[in-house]
């Protein structure tokens, strides 16, 4: 990103969003912490101070005054380290989640959202945040990922790496429709889940860089619940997107060969 809080001029809006960044050391595949220096900064650009806390395994995090709460993805060890651990904190997850709390989550950190996940040899108890629950199937999902969401105006483009199958549960929303690669499980061509404030994907890349939609869309949720008005100053994202349409081109128009 090129742009700086000077470039747009952003003022003091006297607004404050806590982010809670969920274990940071174990949970960043793909660069996925890359999504708080992405939140930062668009919330900087808009003279919306961010207060970023990191949660490490053994803390006892408190979300009542959290704003939007952020979990990577990591491998099946790291996912089940961490999952012991957050199972303690189900509770005031829940009830974070249920108040319109802003919880964004990828991969391994989407599949905690569920009931339960089943890896290679072992089923993990899940938080059961929202209706939905993953097993596990040959081969992994590897790859290019584009998707169609309502929460971006432009298609959200990634990369997915995962053995899991995610399935959602009668009736709960996805965060949209495959256009190119695999999705929750390869098959019925949708991607991640929405519930809420909840948006949980297989999207790495990291995603909210490439996909400034998506961040606005969790900036401007939290902004809403908070405040009462989630409306955004628009930002310079023309670096972004030109990104954003190189990807959707190249990959759309067939010439990408995923392995
Ligand atoms: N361990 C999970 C899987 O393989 C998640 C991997 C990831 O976060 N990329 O399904």
Avoid at 85 to 98: G, Q, W, Y
Avoid at 136 to 159: A, F, K, M
Avoid at 191 to 210: A, D, F, I, M, S
Wanted: negative net charge; hydrophobic residues 35%; glycine residues 12%.
């Amino acid at each position: 990103m090129s742009s700086t809080a000077d470039h747009f001029g952003a003022k003091a809006s006297g607004r404050t969003l806590k982010v809670a960044h969920l274990y940071p050391e174990l949970l960043n595949l793909y660069g996925d912490s890359g999504n708080i220096l992405c939140l930062r900064k668009r919330m900087e650009w808009r003279g919306i101070t961010p207060d970023i806390m990191e949660v490490h395994v053994d803390d006892r995090p408190t979300f009542a005054d959290v704003d939007i709460a952020f979990i990577g993805g990591g491998s099946d060890r790291e996912q089940k380290i961490v999952c012991d651990k957050l199972l303690a904190e189900r509770d005031e997850l829940a009830a974070f989640v249920e108040d319109g709390g802003v919880l964004a989550a990828v991969c391994g950190g989407y599949q905690l959202l569920g009931s339960s996940y089943l890896m290679a040899d072992e089923k993990v108890e899940g938080l059961s945040l929202v209706d939905l629950y993953t097993d596990h199937d040959d081969p992994r999902l590897i790859g290019n990922i584009v998707v169609e969401s309502e929460v971006s105006p432009q298609p959200i483009v990634g990369y997915e790496n995962h053995g899991g199958r995610t399935h959602l549960g009668e009736g709960v929303k996805p965060l949209g429709r495959v256009l190119y690669g695999h999705g929750n499980d390869g098959k019925t061509g949708y991607e991640g889940v929405l519930y809420k404030n909840v948006l949980g994907t297989y999207v790495h890349g990291p995603l909210l860089p490439k996909n400034p939609g998506v961040a606005d869309w969790l900036i401007s949720r939290a902004l809403e619940r908070k405040y009462g008005d989630g409306s955004l100053e628009p930002l310079d994202d023309t670096e972004e997107l030109a990104a954003n349409k190189v990807m959707y081109d190249r990959l759309m128009s067939g010439q990408v060969e995923e392995s």
